[in-house]
């Protein structure tokens, strides 16, 4: 409580106060029964204070009071725009910090997922060797081409997968099924002797021993002369590609050539052989099932390579010279004899065939009669000598007797003898 006793002699009294602010302001109503010393009104708290004075301006003891509400009003602006400021920076930094952490998170992140593809892609290559090593090549390439898909850089994964490919198709093609109880004995020799080697099989054309050599090289030491050996490979799978295909074996000729491909590419003379090849096992899978589209494909292929055969012996003159014969006889079963000729004819000048002679003289006779009917002759009116009437018994029938009836009316006619009998009558 503030007495009055307590006041600053120099500062106005509470009852000076109130007589100026009765004139500028309404006076705040409060119960008389409490006296002032004891109770104020709400400006004493405000003003409870003494106001600064201002010594130099005083004037002789004077005061010059200064206004607290301004002084309060500015203070709390200034506070709340300090406040604001200070929630926005704090939400900008949680913000910065968010973005920063979700960063760090999506980062972390990645490298884990690259970490652990990258442990897979290593695992799943170290398994390949395994199964490789253990002739499981096809988990081998499958495991391979996994690692390609995954990382096509992987070192050494295309050298893996060539190999395993090259051991599959020897293994296919593979007269004499080897024995499984016995283990290949590893080749102890050295690098520099097995290139050697390759090279003079190479030289000698023994291409599948070339291949053999120079797998065994590139295992044993990947970059020994790389670039030598992928050429030496290039040219021994080319050759021996060319040398099946040549030799009834289409489809691993055209095995060998792709895979040739991935060291270079083909020359024309390669690329021919393929391309007959792929025509030739293309064609005789119509066989039994379409013979027009067998012939349409031999009937290309005969006349450029006719004596490139498959493993059933038939060249392409074969194929094309049966497919007409056969092609004419489901035409003659359908009673088309025509166009069952022309077939027939075809296979004949495509080669000849003992068995196919007589179908085709039978077939060509049947279009004779089907293509030209025969005739009718037109009745004359005049019987024939054949007639079937007899003569009496004892009585002899002269012969010209049907032959000689026709001319002998035509001369007997009755028109020029009423002529004369007309021109008599006339006066």
């Not at 090549?137 to 050298?159: C, H, K, M």
């Amino acid at each position: 409580m503030v007495r009055m006793a307590d006041l600053n002699p120099t500062l106005p009294t509470p009852a000076q106060k109130r007589e100026e602010e009765d004139s500028n302001t309404p006076t705040i109503p409060f119960d008389r029964s409490y006296s002032e010393a004891e109770t104020l009104p709400v400006p004493v708290d405000t003003h409870s204070s003494p106001p600064p004075t201002d010594p130099a301006n005083s004037g002789g003891g004077g005061t010059v009071p200064m206004d607290p509400a301004s002084e309060t009003q500015k203070g709390g602006h200034q506070w709340r725009w300090v406040a604001l400021l200070s929630i926005v920076t704090l939400l900008v930094i949680a913000g910065m910090s968010a973005f920063g952490g979700y960063r760090s998170g999506m980062q972390i992140r990645a490298s884990a997922g690259s970490t652990q593809s990258a442990q897979q892609v290593a695992t799943q290559f170290a398994l390949g060797v395994e199964d490789l090593e253990a002739k499981r090549l096809d988990l081998a390439r499958q495991r391979f081409e996994w690692v390609i898909s995954q990382n096509p850089g992987y070192p050494g994964v295309t050298d893996r997968l060539a190999e395993v490919i090259m051991l599959m198709n020897i293994t296919a093609t593979a007269t004499v099924a080897p024995t499984p109880t016995l283990t290949p004995t590893p080749d102890l020799r050295s690098v520099e002797e097995l290139y050697t080697q390759a090279q003079e099989m190479m030289a000698g054309a023994d291409w599948s021993s070339a291949i053999d050599t120079l797998l065994k090289l590139r295992l044993k030491a990947p970059d020994y002369h790389e670039v030598e050996v992928d050429g030496m490979l290039y040219i021994a799978l080319r050759n021996r590609g060319v040398y099946k295909i040549q030799r009834t074996d289409l489809e691993s000729g055209t095995y060998d050539l792709a895979l040739a491909e991935r060291f270079g590419p083909l020359d024309a003379e390669a690329r021919n052989w393929r391309d007959w090849a792929e025509f030739y096992i293309t064609g005789a899978s119509f066989w039994e099932v379409d013979w027009m589209r067998v012939i349409e494909y031999f009937s290309q292929l005969a006349p450029v390579v006719p004596n490139l055969a498959d493993a059933s012996g038939w060249t392409a003159t074969d194929r094309l010279r049966i497919a007409y014969a056969r092609y004419g006889d489901q035409l003659a079963a359908a009673e088309d004899w025509c166009r069952a000729q022309e077939q027939y004819i075809n296979s004949l000048t495509v080669g000849p065939d003992p068995q196919v002679e007589p179908t085709a003289n039978y077939v060509a006779e049947q279009c004779m009669i089907t293509s030209q009917p025969p005739t009718a002759t037109p009745s004359t009116g005049t019987p024939t000598p054949t007639s079937t009437v007899t003569a009496p018994a004892g009585e002899v029938t002269p012969t010209p007797t049907f032959t000689q009836e026709a001319p002998v009316e035509a001369t007997t006619e009755p028109a020029p003898v009423e002529e004369p009998t007309k021109e008599s009558n006339q006066p």
